[in-house]
């Protein structure tokens, strides 16, 4: 087990090692009220932002059984009943705004009683990405998108949804809150060295209070779990897709032997029905000989000539049909 256990550290990154754009730190620090309240007004620019409850942590959203789920990495609902949430976005996957459109239909989904049919009672709600790539090229920090109406982009549809992507290597930082650069800063390198370069007291008391999950022994503990349920994870799904391509194979072995089994059939066919009308035509030409009158040996040279076929070939048939008919 010490093995296995030092092995494991080997691959897997430490509590002190990882920032906030490892979904394990960004979900047990998050879990803290104060610490999502903090991220949300800055980002936000709402500093009397308040959460009505502790956060949730990978929340499931489905609209019904067999339909795909999604896993809200950081859920939070504020005490207008605004909904809220963050994720970080380590790689680009190439299908981010996508995704992130189908969080807001579940997110909508599942933010109305069954029943219910005023459609006013939906919360305000953000989805908010944080990633340490530009998804959009522009070079911002910052990319906030609501819907508005092509003709006049003054004009608002107001379904109060918006859906938010940081960029923590951005560079337009005249046109960016400083405390959001130094947040989003401090988000990719979650360091004292980063908490001490910022003026910001929120993000000050957002490393303190972060560092007490870096430094816990069940949080590490918690980790470790963690790796090993997603490497068993891994391991499964290696093993299923092994089953499910063997399956596979031999099913196309099955068929390819099929097939082959149907061209076999019908090449025995069509060869006995050919020797069945080449046997047809001798007898034939021998019948028809001895009918003019031919003798039996005339008949076998005859189907030799016409037939091309061996001498045995021939007396064999004319010797039958000479001695019956």
Known sequence: ??????????????????????????????????????????ILDQPNLKLMEKPRTERELRTRPENRMVRMDVWGEGKDRTVYDA????????NLPKRSRY??????????????????????SYIITIMPFDLF???????????????NKNLEIGDNATRIFLNTKGTNNEETRPELIALLKYIEHTTQKYADQSNSHR???????????????????KLMQAWEERKMEIEEGIEEGLRQATAQIQAER??????????????????????????????????????CGASMETAINLAMEQCSISQEQAAEAAGRIYQTE
């Not at 000050?204 to 503990?221: D, M, T, W």
């Open 103 to 124: 969080y807001q239909s579940l997110m909508d989904y599942n933010l109305l009683d069954i029943g219910e049919m005023d459609f006013n009672k939906l919360p305000n």
């Open 203 to 221: 993000i000050k008391r957002l490393h303190e209070n972060i560092k007490k999950p870096k430094k816990s022994k069940e949080v590490n503990l």
């Open 254 to 291: 099955d068929r390819v032997a099929s097939e082959r089994d149907k061209v076999i059939s019908e090449r025995d066919r069509v060869v006995s029905q050919r020797d069945k009308l080449a046997k047809d035509y001798v007898n034939g030409v021998i019948s028809t000989a001895k009918r």
């Open 1 to 42: 087990m010490n093995n296995q256990n030092t092995s494991v550290r080997k691959t897997l990154k430490t509590l002190e090692e990882m920032n906030l754009l490892d979904r394990f730190l960004f979900a047990e620090a998050m879990e803290n009220i104060e610490n999502l309240e903090i991220l949300l007004q800055i």
């Open 87 to 94: 994720e970080p976005q380590q790689k680009n996957t190439n």
């Open 137 to 151: 090229g522009l070079k911002y920090y910052q990319y906030t998108f609501k819907s508005f109406c092509q003709e």
